[in-house]
């Protein structure tokens, strides 16, 4: 039978990071962060020859596309979604799509001059 031992819980602590040593190596917050930058800026790039109607439109589909890569990622490579204490793919997915739809409505209204 087991017990539990209420005496500063020590050995929970250790038991836990040695389950977490199997895992692999995650990247940190600023690594996913600047990963997620690079690619909004590489969507921009693609956007920017657009004439400046279809700009917002082309943006926010290249944004979108990008979110579903990076979901694509988290599914094959991140490890479930909650109680991470730093930022995934699944993050960087939430915020691909957060910019989309963020670009979408300031295209809706108006906001870039249309």
Do not use: E, N, Y
Not at 7 to 29: E, F, I, Q, V, Y
Not at 63 to 88: E, K, M, N, R, Y
């Amino acid at each position: 039978m087991t017990t539990f031992d209420l005496k500063g819980g020590r050995g929970l602590r250790s038991r836990l990071r040695r389950s977490r040593r199997g895992w692999p190596a995650r990247t940190t917050d600023g690594a996913v962060l600047g990963r997620w930058i690079a690619s909004a800026a590489l969507c921009l790039a693609l956007a920017a020859p657009c004439p400046a109607p279809a700009l917002p439109w082309v943006l926010a589909g290249l944004l979108s596309l990008s979110g579903f890569v990076w979901l694509g990622l988290a599914i094959t490579q991140a490890g479930p979604p909650a109680d991470a204490p730093h930022l995934t793919a699944w993050d960087a997915a939430l915020l691909a799509f957060a910019a989309s739809f963020g670009v979408q409505s300031a295209a809706r209204l108006g906001l870039f001059g249309g």
